[in-house]
């Protein structure tokens, strides 16, 4: 069995960013790329709020540019799933289908999902990434968004920041909630019901997405009277929340109730020692590809020091 000094689970910005400052400082990472390689940004048309690109750049042709740089510094990548490892005791076993591997010290980059629902004209190969989106920070201020009804699903606190983010760009904003009242916190109910720019829809569910290239118009429908009107609409984000992906970390590290990965304030470290988290997998709040890459570089430090003070890094 092949045994590594640094082991890194996963891709997308902060898996690469990890990638670039360990092997920048001679660690020869081992990086396990998952699938789809390259997180949530692979799924991203423009991306308009990374620095260095004033023009913006397309998600894909980011995580390439992601993945020359850290292939240029050694980085050693394999395109396989991590589907098990075992912290019990050191050097960590990391499994996949093909191989297992023993590493002094492993980073995990897995990311999270976005939620979205199964809503027709939505999905991938339709309007997805074509005025249907589950980030609004991420995309809401493209022009296509602008001066247009922007309609928001979710209830909670999440959807109400996407509307208000929303409401700099958007004609009006509509919250389309399943329920007669609101998940979020007090204050930002508040936020909501007296912004002039948003709407609530409640009871209400969008059955539909249409249009040609870009969404056009959006069907709702009220769940108490099964009323359906069709209405014109530029844009449909989803705020229904996100799932980490780090089912196959239970019973190995500390996560939260909602599955995020623990770790020490200020740091990447996790409850075990060499064990470090960066990127969506353990930020719950932010979820942004600049903030993701800002924790991958922290992890590849946070390991490097501590595999030097333990004379582990030569």
């Keep these: 069995m092949e045994k590594e000094k640094l082991v890194i689970i996963g891709s997308g910005p902060a898996g690469y960013t990890a990638a670039i400052y360990a092997a920048r ?12 390689s390259g997180g949530q ?36 990548m394999i395109y396989e799933d991590v589907i ?10 990391i499994t996949t289908a093909e191989r297992e591997v023993l590493a002094d010290a492993v980073i995990i980059s897995t990311g999270a999902a976005a939620k979205r629902l199964d809503i027709p004209g939505a999905n991938e190969g339709e309007l997805w990434q074509k005025g249907v989106t589950a980030c609004a920070v991420c995309d809401g201020a493209m022009p296509i968004f602008r001066n247009k009804d922007l309609y928001v699903i979710g209830g909670g606190d999440s959807a109400i920041e996407e509307a208000t983010f929303l409401t700099k760009f958007g004609k009006k904003v509509y919250l389309v909630h399943r329920r007669d009242e609101l998940r979020a916190s007090k204050i930002m109910q508040d936020r909501a019901l007296n912004h002039p720019k948003i709407e609530i829809l409640w009871n209400s569910a969008v059955i539909k997405v249409e249009g040609e290239k870009v969404v056009q118009n959006v069907t709702i429908q009220n769940l108490q009277t099964n009323e ?39 740091t990447t470290r996790t409850n075990k020692s060499l064990v470090y988290a960066c990127g969506d997998a353990m930020d719950h709040t932010y979820r942004q590809a600049i903030t993701a890459a800002g924790t991958g570089c922290m992890a590849a430090i946070d390991a490097e020091r501590e595999l030097s003070a333990r004379g582990l890094a030569d």
């Design 25 to 36: 400082a001679n660690l020869n990472p081992v990086m396990f790329l998952g699938f789809p």
């Design 84 to 93: 098990k490892v075992d912290f019990s005791s050191h050097p960590y076993k």
């Design 228 to 266: 359906v009107s069709k209405r014109e609409a530029g844009g449909l984000f989803f705020a229904v929340g996100h799932t980490p992906n780090t089912n196959f970390l239970k019973g190995q590290i500390d996560l939260y109730d909602t599955g995020y990965i623990k770790v020490e304030p200020g």
């Design 41 to 76: 940004l692979t799924t991203t048309t423009d991306v308009e709020n990374f620095p260095g690109f004033p023009e913006g750049i397309s998600g894909p042709t980011l995580v390439e540019h992601f993945h020359k740089q850290a292939a240029r510094f050694g980085t050693k």
